[in-house]
Each structure stands twice: as C-alpha cells, then as structure tokens.
C-alpha cells in the first residue's frame, strides 16, 4: 500500500466524525477512498502511530486507520 492506492475499508470500523453525523455512530465498513498519507516518521524522527494510514474520502471527510482495516481496490 502506497499513497495514492485507492482501498476500501473491509473491517468494521466505527467513527464519530462523519459529516452530517457528527457525534452519532457512523460504521465505514465498505467505503473507498485514497490513502493520502502513511505516517512513519515526524520530523524526521520515526514514530509508531496506532492509525497511520490516513484515507480521504468523498465529502471532506478523512479518516485513520491500520494497514490491516484496508484492502486495494
């Protein structure tokens, strides 16, 4: 997986920051999206985030996720 691959989520994940949702349960299972970042260092130090893949989707929303939570379309 690289930026710019184009995934979907193929695991049930549940966010509270979907637009027109907010605060409420939304689950992305079987969304696509583009990975528009995969964070692995900062600064030029290395860091081992919990979520570093970082997928936009349509509607402004974006989200993080683990490598194992997305597959390639």
Do not use: C, W
């Given at each position: 997986?690289k930026?710019?691959?184009?995934?979907?989520?193929?695991?049930?994940?549940?966010?509270y920051?979907?637009?027109?949702?907010?605060q409420?349960?939304?689950?992305?299972?079987?969304?696509?999206?583009?990975?528009?970042?995969?964070?692995?260092?900062?600064?030029?130090?290395?860091?081992?985030?919990?979520?570093?893949?970082?997928?936009?989707?349509?509607?402004?929303?974006?989200?993080?996720?683990?490598?194992?939570?997305?597959?390639?379309?």
């Amino acid at each position: 997986m690289k930026i710019g691959d184009r995934v979907r989520v193929k695991e049930s994940v549940v966010v509270y920051h979907y637009p027109g949702k907010k605060q409420q349960p939304f689950d992305v299972k079987g969304m696509e999206g583009e990975v528009m970042a995969i964070m692995t260092e900062h600064k030029g130090r290395p860091i081992s985030p919990n979520l570093p893949v970082l997928v936009k989707f349509e509607k402004r929303f974006k989200a993080h996720f683990q490598q194992q939570e997305l597959e390639t379309v």
